[in-house]
């Protein structure tokens, strides 16, 4: 007799339970597959710590390969569920499409960042749901802070070194806390010429910090914050984002270069294209976290509309502890109803307390109902996550231990691009890579989801402007260069996209010819006679100083002229019309729409 097929889908604080749980259970007697975009789980709740340099990236992540040796890995995102023919279709990471069998169906994908219908929002902000998005948080407010440093005016330093954090939540919270002790330590080293000091104003419209914690645990947030020097404005929003600042609910312009958005999360869109009984865009299912029309499908964590047993007629909130203890009721209910373990359980879990991680020594923690604060509160809350954290413990407290006794390094690595990790996405834990594989627009579709040109950053892909454009969040089909003149787009190879290299063509073709890796690096200009068509590549020195880019005459008068931050035309001195103005450092805006999602709590968790 053949073996049961499991598919579990996501390995975030539920599917990684799961897996983990059913693994040991089943005991080699049934096909274990495990669905995830990336080949780690992430320890979200020290995703702080991460953007603030006092972690490395690995630290906070577990390899699913070595601690899952039993489950077979697929790298991929979910496209399409067919729940009556028992299959799943995905995309892998280059692109390839798949298809899953199975007899059983764990969805736990997670959630991604909750919009909000603000203009601009979308179009300037950046969520903190992945790693990626803690790496550019991390590289972007050092770049800020350098910028700062070496600015003329008062005003630009001022409104480089201004940090706006949208949502009092636990994750806000912390970004708020560790980014203030983070460009204080920089500016101790490297002081602003006007003396200045960084910035950081921290947003939501409940009437207190971390409204969803006891009141004395949210007072010593609230000092601690204030004593560092962050601006707390309760019962103030963001109205608009624009590229030099937000409009809050209250009037003020603040002059910004960083919008980081924690106002919560929502459900994976992936569980609304199963036409199923929702609540809030969570999947409806009964005390055993099993679909009560489809047996053989189960959901956890935040996707799942949970009953809550201690709180009749509630459902548990989108928090890691409770995807956690999910993730094993609903293992040990998989097995049961596959005759390879025991009875069927229900999910039943009372809160033991919450802790909050404000940075250095300062926390606030309510272990057992027992409220602390300072040192006690701190050494409570760095315990917790040693023992809840999976794996890589040693590391982290050696990290910890060199954070305490050494100077953090404040440098920028330009891994991780502005357009690379846009607000609206359905994949927070994967970063956008030009040029990268497509994705397919049914399951994974929603509101939104352009690329834009990341010119502070040093370029990035076009703006996506057609409905046949990639699933939100998604990497493109690839990046095209236009002829000038022709408005024909012509696909690069990915090799060539990362490079930066213009497509190969013949002098006078228009299309840009191939150069060595390190003639781009140099900025040399294009090979090719006068008239062909080529356009000159500027260097490094001259983009940041604005210059405008070469452009033909013709493609300057015409609407077929090239894409931005292309290559292409004559030089910049022929040109008829004026200089594009500068971009924006963030992805472009698309339509958002409003959930009724908990605050961003997910990613803290419980002693």
Request: aromatic share 4%.
């Amino acid at each position: 007799m053949s073996r049961p097929r499991i598919l579990i889908v996501g390995a975030g604080f539920a599917g990684y339970r799961t897996a983990r749980t059913l693994s040991r259970l089943t005991r080699g007697r049934a096909h274990i597959t495990l669905l995830n975009p990336t080949d780690y789980f992430l320890y979200l709740p020290l995703l702080p710590q991460v953007a603030a340099g006092i972690l490395e990236p690995r630290r906070v992540t577990v390899s699913l390969s070595d601690s899952l040796p039993d489950v077979r890995l697929v790298l991929g995102e979910a496209d399409r569920i067919d729940l009556d023919d028992g299959t799943l279709r995905y995309t892998g990471p280059e692109g390839e499409e798949g298809s899953l069998s199975y007899d059983r169906l764990v969805l736990a994908a997670g959630s991604v960042n909750k919009l909000l219908p603000i203009p601009g929002v979308a179009e300037h902000a950046h969520g903190f749901r992945g790693l990626p998005e803690a790496l550019y948080l991390r590289d972007h407010v050092t770049r800020q802070v350098e910028l700062a440093a070496s600015a003329d005016e008062p005003k630009a330093c001022a409104a480089r070194c201004t940090f706006v954090v949208v949502g009092a939540g636990y994750t806000g919270t912390e970004v708020a806390a560790h980014g203030q002790m983070f460009t204080d330590a920089q500016v101790r080293k490297h002081p602003l010429r006007q003396g200045m000091r960084p910035r950081w104003m921290l947003l939501d419209v409940a009437p207190r910090v971390l409204p969803e914690m006891d009141a004395k645990l949210s007072a010593t947030a609230d000092r601690v914050l204030r004593q560092r020097g962050v601006d707390v404005r309760m019962g103030t929003s963001v109205k608009e984002a624009t590229h030099d600042g937000v409009v809050l609910t209250d009037g003020e312009f603040v002059e910004t270069r960083t919008l980081v958005w924690c106002v919560g999360v929502r459900p994976d869109p992936l569980v609304e294209s199963l036409g199923l009984p929702m609540e809030k865009g969570r999947l409806l299912v009964d005390p055993h976290l099993q679909v009560p029309s489809r047996p053989e499908l189960f959901a956890c964590g935040d996707v799942a509309a949970v009953p809550d047993l201690e709180n009749p007629g509630s459902y548990t909130p989108m928090t890691a502890q409770h995807a956690w203890r999910h993730g094993k009721v609903a293992a040990e209910n998989v097995a049961a109803s596959l005759g390879l373990g025991g009875s069927r359980k229900p999910y039943r879990h009372r809160d033991l307390g919450f802790v909050v991680d404000l940075g250095g020594a300062k926390a606030a923690a309510n272990p057992l109902g027992v409220t602390l604060s300072g040192v006690p509160a701190g050494a409570v809350t760095r315990g917790y996550h040693l023992a809840a954290m999976p794996g890589n413990r040693v590391r982290v407290a050696a990290d910890w231990l060199l954070d305490a006794v050494l100077p953090r390094q404040a440098v920028q690595l330009g891994l991780v691009r502005s357009w690379s990790v846009p607000l609206d996405t359905s994949s927070p834990e994967v970063a956008r890579v030009a040029g990268g594989p497509g994705r397919r627009a049914d399951a994974r579709s929603g509101p939104g989801a352009a690329l834009a040109a990341d010119t502070d950053d040093g370029g990035g892909p076009g703006r996506a402007g057609s409905p046949d454009e990639p699933a939100k969040g998604h990497p493109g089909s690839g990046t095209t260069q236009v002829r000038p003149g022709s408005g024909a787009a012509q696909p690069r190879t990915e090799p060539e996209t990362a490079k930066g290299r213009p497509l190969a063509g013949p002098p006078g073709s228009g299309h840009g010819q191939l150069r060595s890796e390190s003639e781009t690096a140099k900025g040399r200009p294009l090979a090719g006679p006068p008239g062909s068509g080529h356009g000159q590549l500027r260097s490094e020195s001259e983009t940041a100083k604005g210059r405008p880019a070469a452009a033909t005459e013709s493609a300057a008068a015409t609407a077929d002229e090239p894409a931005r931050n292309q290559p292409g035309g004559e030089p910049a001195k022929k040109q008829s019309a004026p200089p594009r103005p500068p971009g924006t450092d963030h992805p472009a805006p698309g339509p958002v729409k409003r959930t009724d999602a908990p605050d961003d709590d997910s990613a803290k968790g419980d002693s």
